[in-house]
């Protein structure tokens, strides 16, 4: 920290020129986020809610009530109205607590977690926080876990089954009809994480490539991840942990004697209620019909996409079954650097060798034509083979 007090003018001025070295969604050049660009009426309230702190709900009767209406709302869209919940920093956070809950539920001295192999690399750091064993289960060819596999995989130490609605790489959505019944059958925790996918199939059309249920209609699926801060279109941070029942919570209770709330059940305490009441606008604001809307929107660009890229002579990986394009390549690695060297933004999967691109709804279709118009340059025969 420096000595002197800078002026107002000089902070702010300051501010500014690490703002402008962000990136900014609206340039629509970002196909490698699975954040966007929240509705203004969600950054207002954001700003409206800056000082409440969820750690303190005594203090913050307000806030706290926003919560559970939003955690509400996503239990009644998931099909489980008692189930309970919290609005946490995101899908990895809430993933922590849910693997915390089955492993203190289930008890066992060298506790394993079965995971589908596309499953989120956040598994990896909460495996090796709550020393967790991650035993992965082959996928498919669809790129869904194989659940014969799966069931091979359990031992007697096993504590969970998890799930991906929505993986991060590809958008695939595992069989959670299938996981379900065989957790029911062992007796295990189903967790399913759909952190991305969670605010997009809800909202699919059904004549999409709607593929299975994923949510607590499921009887084996006892806790899901959906984030608010993804496809929710909220802002950061705005994860959301949601489970069957309430006698869960005992897993996560936590003693706070001097505060003024007798108990805390999320890892962070002192939580910030901004993005609660961001998402709790953005849910008001749009309804259904919004997310619909919004879904809609994503997944005809997504399906342009796919097919542009096909006819362009490029591998598509699989339909899209959320609004997630993958493809390769004669050098996928390579492409992606140039694209990135031309301003897009893609991500580069090492461990499919494929180009992903993510289309939120800060993309529209001039971005995505424009983006088609540079990679088919980049795919012109003389260049390729320098690809
Ligand atoms: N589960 C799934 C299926 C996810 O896709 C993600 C994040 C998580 C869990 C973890 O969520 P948090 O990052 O909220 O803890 N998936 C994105 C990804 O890996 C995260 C992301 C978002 C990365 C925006 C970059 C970015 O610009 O791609």
């Known amino acids: 920290m420096q000595n002197k007090p800078l002026s107002k003018a000089e902070v702010l001025a300051h501010l500014k020129i690490a703002q402008e070295k962000d990136e900014k969604y609206e340039s629509g050049k970002i196909f490698c986020s699975m954040c966007t660009?929240?509705?203004?009426?969600?950054?207002?309230?954001?700003?409206?809610f800056l000082e409440s702190n969820l750690g303190?709900?005594?203090?913050?009767?307000?806030?706290?009530?926003?919560?559970?209406?939003?955690?509400?709302?996503?239990?009644?869209?998931?099909?489980?109205?008692?189930a309970v919940g919290f609005i946490v920093t995101g899908g990895t956070e809430a993933n922590l607590m849910a693997m915390l809950v089955a492993r203190d539920q289930a008890n066992k001295e060298a506790p394993e977690v079965?995971?589908?192999?596309?499953?989120?690399?956040?598994?990896?750091?909460?495996?090796?926080?709550?020393?967790?064993?991650?035993?992965?289960?082959?996928?498919?060819?669809?790129?869904?876990?194989?659940?014969?596999?799966?069931?091979?995989l359990i031992t007697k130490n096993t504590i969970a089954l998890v799930g991906t609605a929505g993986s991060a790489e590809l958008g695939t959505v595992d069989p959670i009809d299938k996981l379900s019944n065989i957790a029911t059958n062992f007796g295990l925790h189903l967790h399913v994480d759909a952190a991305f996918g969670g605010l997009v199939l809800p909202f699919l059309d059904y004549t999409d490539n709607f593929e299975t249920d994923f949510d607590f209609k499921l009887?084996?699926?006892?806790?899901?991840?959906?984030?608010?801060?993804?496809?929710?279109?909220?802002?950061?941070?705005?994860?959301?942990?949601?489970?069957r029942s309430s006698s869960f919570l005992r897993y996560l209770k936590t003693e706070t004697p001097y505060l003024t709330d007798q108990a805390q059940y999320t890892f962070v305490g002192t939580r910030s209620a901004a993005s609660v009441a961001a998402t709790w606008a953005t849910f008001q604001l749009l309804g259904r019909e919004g997310f619909q809307k919004t879904v809609k929107k994503c997944m005809k660009l997504t399906m342009f996409l796919a097919s542009k890229l096909e006819e362009?002579?490029?591998?598509?990986?699989?339909?899209?079954?959320?609004?997630?394009?993958?493809?390769?390549?004669?050098?996928?690695?390579?492409?992606?650097?140039?694209?990135?060297e031309m301003g897009w933004f893609v991500s580069y999967v090492p461990r499919l060798d494929c180009v992903r691109v993510v289309i939120m709804p800060h993309s529209n279709r001039q971005h995505v034509k424009e983006f088609l118009q540079c990679i088919k340059k980049l795919h012109k025969p003389n260049l390729q083979q320098k690809l």
């Open 219 to 243: 009887e084996g699926v006892q806790s899901i991840t959906v984030d608010p801060h993804k496809m929710g279109m909220s802002t950061i941070p705005a994860g959301g942990i949601l489970f």
């Open 37 to 48: 660009k929240p509705l203004s009426l969600a950054k207002k309230a954001h700003k409206l």
């Open 312 to 340: 362009t002579g490029f591998e598509v990986l699989l339909r899209p079954s959320l609004n997630i394009v993958a493809f390769r390549g004669a050098n996928s690695k390579l492409l992606t650097d140039k694209l990135r």
């Open 56 to 82: 303190d709900k005594a203090l913050f009767l307000g806030s706290n009530q926003l919560e559970k209406e939003v955690v509400a709302a996503l239990a009644e869209l998931l099909h489980c109205k008692n």
């Open 114 to 152: 079965i995971l589908p192999e596309s499953a989120h690399f956040s598994f990896h750091k909460i495996c090796r926080l709550l020393k967790l064993k991650p035993v992965f289960a082959r996928l498919d060819p669809t790129f869904r876990v194989d659940v014969e596999h799966v069931k091979q």
